[in-house]
């Protein structure tokens, strides 16, 4: 049982289990927001689109009924609390619904792929520089161009001793067995 909630407690603890969760509940209020949007606004403006194009002769022209109740002692007032119809407006509202969330998702994963993409170029031009150097240098006044100028200067001389040290280990490395036997050879010939 311990050992049950302490994964439990290492999986919601996670960062993306959280950001998950924010996204979800931000999301609701979204949906939320758009449902008001197109179930208040929109659904209205459509029906009476749907309702001039067909000629303005009642509610029989906007829905399709499968079966109509009139209200008691008339035979022309339809009761739609008890009638079974298809409600265009309804119907197009909710594709409305659902390009307008999937299009505002769009243009919000876009937008957070584009900050991402300009962080991970920032990154690369500071390469040399930790996130506290650039802040530094940032705190001093600095220009962009001038970090860029000191990021330079230190990759160059990273590579400097970066090729240094290559040259060192080079020199002392062990020799490989055929090295060795080629400096018995020159020995052997010297002594004759």
Known sequence: M??????????????NVIDMAVGVIIGGAFSAIVTALTNQILMPLINWVLFA????????NIYTYLHTAYVEGS??????????????????????????IALVLFLIIKAINS??????????KFAPLTKEEVRALRREGKTIGEILDVASQKRAEQEEAQR?????AKANAPKTEQELLCEIVELLKEKK
């Not at 311990?2 to 960062?15: A, D, L, N, S």
């Not at 900050?115 to 690369?124: M, P």
């Not at 240094?164 to 060192?168: G, K, T």
């Open 53 to 60: 194009i067909t000629g303005g002769k009642g509610l029989e």
């Open 75 to 100: 035979t022309t007032e339809i009761d739609l609390a008890n009638s079974i119809y298809i409600d265009w407006g309804a119907f197009i509202t909710a594709i409305i619904n659902f390009l307008l």
């Open 115 to 124: 900050l991402h993409d300009n962080v991970n170029k920032q990154k690369g």
């Open 164 to 168: 240094i040290a290559d040259e060192e």
């Open 2 to 15: 311990k050992k049950f909630f302490g994964e439990f407690k290492k999986f919601i603890t996670r960062g």
